[in-house]
Structures are given as structure tokens and as C-alpha cells.
């Protein structure tokens, strides 16, 4: 299994890749940072909240199909990274 | 500033004035490269050889260095689009804060149909579950017309008008006739055409340029700001020679003549697409106002002679300064 810190460098890459972030570095994304919020971090919307759960569901094969875990798992980098690796039995 | 002449609105009725414009298309980003720049077309292999077909090629940092991150997630048609009028509000001199009654009014013949080629093939790729949710987000012509509104807050009457070849020139009347009747100051108006690779292959297919006076379409965007005269003149922009123009509209309610196709270039009425290339093309040949897009309903011939007056004078697009030829 991905260490954490690779799981953060790979789903950091996924949102510059699936959310078309043009001029974002992916290496300039904070761990912690807010994905979500006018404003705030990423300042992703409700749209962007679908896209990524598709890319999740694409990349990692682990569906998304609760709004509420999605909520949790998208609130940053770090929380998307550690819900992959709680839902990945082995890499 | 250059007024539109309503030779059909009431007496009354505040004069429109446009004062400022943008473009961008197969000849670049920017009203600089479509006066100056001759389109490149791109070859796409056909049977029996090649089709050229003019395509964006998605530069749009010579126009817009900062363009923000979410740039990036609208499909082509927002892009240009978004680009366009933001070439159009800059060139005005106005910022957000002057847009919050402003209308949008946008014009396009194929709307989104490139956009829904490429999510039904992501569709069919992937699959129902995994089919880009984004890319559906954009899969409705209205798309360029929210995306402009959502930039600049402009919460004034959204319209999106798809009427053929007319569908640009029916933008710019409809918006026009918003100011003159009071329900918007200012209105955002153009069109717009994305033409993918898989589209242009289909028209060439159904020999649309057989059936269009060898008129193909081709990607492009423009866009004017109109605005009530007063407002122009009250926030110091100068004033400029009426040009002789009719503007087809009656504010009174009767409905207006539909502009019409002149047949043998009926691709020339569609104001973000050939038409625009037509623009620079007339430009470069010193004829901008007649060659192959004259004769018809005087929008596209009011929003060339804009662009070129405004391109010739100092102000307010100072980027096309000395563009004026013909």
C-alpha cells in the first residue's frame, strides 16, 4: 500500500488533471488547505464536487455514492488521501 | 463610441451606443489578431483529401494573463466566449461593478453541439457512472451566456438566441432593443461558434459547403458591450461619428424582420463564426463594409463598422489602435 504522503502527491495530481486547474502546480496545493469554498483553498464548487467524485471512482476504484462521506472526504487533501487509504485493501 | 442608428425605435427610445468589442477565433485571441491575422486553418483528413477548417487554437494568455484558475474547466464555447467579452467589457472601460444590471445576450448557430459530441463519446468510453459530470455541465448553449453573467455579476435579462445564420445578428437586435426599451443599461451581446474536428468532419459529410456558397464555419467568438448613450457620455467616453446603420428592431412591439440569409453566403450572417473571419478579411482588403457580408439586415455591418471605428480611434480599445483600414 501507498505511503500517505504519495497518496497526497497522486490525489493532488488528480484534482489539477480532472478539474482542468490550468496554472496550478500541484505541488502548491496545501495538505489542509480547503478544497471547497468560495474564497477558500481550491474554491471547488458542487460541480467540481461530482467531477472528483468520478475521478475517485475512476482512478481508485472506490465509489463515492453518499453525499455526507463525500463531504468528509473532500474537505482537503489530506482527508481525501487518508479516505483512499482506509478504502484501498492493498495497492 | 459609435451609436447605433435605430431608424425603427420610437422617438424616444435612449439611443445604443457600443463601446467596446473583443473577438477571438481561427485567427487568434483579440481584436489585434483579427484585424491583423490571417486565419490558419487547420487540415483535417477527408476522403479524397484534406478539409481546411478554422480552429481556436486556445491561446487566450496575450489577451488574458491573469484569466483565473476556473478558466481551465469550461469547455470551448464558454472560453472564446468568456474571452470575447471580456476583451469587449475591458476595451469599455468598465469593471464588475459597473455590470450589475447589465443583460447578456448571446447568439450561436451550433450552440453546444461540439461539447455534446464529446460527452457523448466520453459517455460511451466510460460509461454512464463515469461520463464527465463537468463536461455535462456544459452540454446547453446557454452555458457562454451563465458563464459571462457569473463573471461579472451581471443580473440583468440572460437571453440565448439560436437562429441559424441569423443567430448572432438576432443577439445584437435583441439586445439593442432590451437598452432602448429600458429593461437593461447595458448588455453584453455577441456569439459564438465551437467547431470540433468530429462537427466539421459531419457538415463536410452532409456537403454543407455545397449548400452554403462554399462557406464553411469555422471557432470563433465576438463581442460588444451596447449601452444606453447617457450612461457612455456621463462616465466621459468620447463621443464618435454616427455611423449611417439600421438596427432592425421595433421597441413598440411589433416584431421586427427577421434578418435573412442572402444565399449565396448564408455562413456570412453568423456573427461569431465566418462572419468574424469575414471581418478580418474585409479589413485587410479595404473593404469592410461591403465584400460578402453586405446587403442583408445591418447588425454584423453596425458591429464591423463599431469594431473598425473603434479599432481607428485612440479610445476605448487602444490595443487595435491603427487597425482602422479601407
Given amino acids: 500500500m501507498a505511503g500517505i504522503e504519495d497518496l497526497r502527491n497522486e490525489v493532488k495530481r488528480m484534482l489539477v488533471e480532472a478539474l482542468n486547474l490550468e496554472g496550478v502546480d500541484p505541488a502548491s496545493i496545501g495538505d489542509g488547505a480547503p478544497l471547497f469554498g468560495e474564497g477558500e483553498g481550491l474554491g471547488l464548487d458542487s460541480l467540481d464536487a461530482l467531477q472528483l467524485a468520478v475521478a475517485v471512482e475512476d482512478r481508485f476504484g472506490i465509489p463515492i455514492g453518499d453525499s455526507d462521506v463525500g463531504k468528509e472526504a473532500f474537505r482537503s487533501v489530506d482527508d481525501l488521501a487518508r479516505f483512499i487509504a482506509r478504502h484501498t485493501p492493498e495497492r | 463610441m459609435i451609436r447605433l442608428g435605430t431608424q425603427h425605435a420610437a422617438p424616444t427610445a435612449p439611443a445604443v451606443v457600443v463601446t467596446g468589442a473583443g473577438a477571438c477565433g481561427a485567427f487568434g485571441a483579440g481584436l489585434d489578431r483579427l484585424l491583423h491575422a490571417d486565419p490558419r486553418p487547420v487540415r483535417l483528413p477527408v476522403a479524397g483529401g484534406t478539409l481546411p477548417v478554422g480552429l481556436w487554437d486556445g491561446e487566450f494568455r496575450s489577451v488574458w494573463p491573469d484569466a483565473p484558475d476556473r478558466f481551465g474547466r469550461m469547455d470551448r464555447a464558454c472560453r472564446m466566449a468568456l474571452l470575447a467579452a471580456r476583451e469587449a467589457v475591458v476595451g469599455a472601460g468598465l469593471g464588475t461593478g459597473d455590470l450589475a444590471s447589465a443583460g447578456v445576450v448571446v447568439g450561436s448557430r451550433f450552440g453546444c453541439l461540439a461539447t455534446n459530441g464529446a460527452w457523448h463519446a466520453d459517455l460511451w468510453e466510460r460509461g454512464a457512472r463515469l461520463a464527465a459530470p463537468l463536461l455535462f455541465g456544459y452540454t446547453v448553449a446557454s452555458a457562454p451566456a451563465g458563464e459571462i453573467s457569473v463573471a461579472y455579476g451581471a443580473r440583468g435579462p440572460n437571453l440565448t438566441i439560436s437562429a441559424g445564420d441569423a443567430s448572432s445578428a438576432a443577439a445584437l437586435r435583441e439586445a439593442a432593443r432590451l437598452i432602448a426599451s429600458g429593461r437593461a443599461p447595458r448588455v453584453l451581446a455577441g456569439g459564438y461558434e465551437a467547431i470540433s474536428p468530429s462537427v466539421a468532419q459531419e457538415l463536410h459529410d452532409r456537403g454543407w459547403r455545397g449548400r452554403h456558397g462554399g462557406a464553411f464555419p469555422a471557432e470563433a467568438a465576438a463581442f460588444v458591450v451596447l449601452e444606453r448613450e447617457d450612461l457612455a457620455l456621463a462616465r466621459g467616453v468620447p463621443s464618435a461619428p454616427v455611423l449611417g446603420i439600421e438596427l432592425s428592431f421595433d421597441p413598440d412591439g411589433g416584431e421586427p424582420a427577421r434578418p435573412t440569409s442572402p444565399g449565396a453566403n448564408a455562413g456570412g450572417w453568423t456573427f461569431g463564426a465566418s462572419t468574424v473571419l469575414e471581418w ?47
Fill in chain 2, 280 to 326: 478580418g478579411k474585409a479589413f485587410r482588403e479595404g473593404k469592410a463594409a461591403d465584400a460578402r457580408i453586405a446587403g442583408g439586415p445591418h447588425v454584423v455591418r453596425a458591429t464591423l463598422g463599431a469594431v473598425r471605428e473603434l479599432a481607428g480611434a485612440s479610445a476605448p480599445v487602444g490595443r487595435a489602435a491603427g487597425g482602422a483600414r479601407g
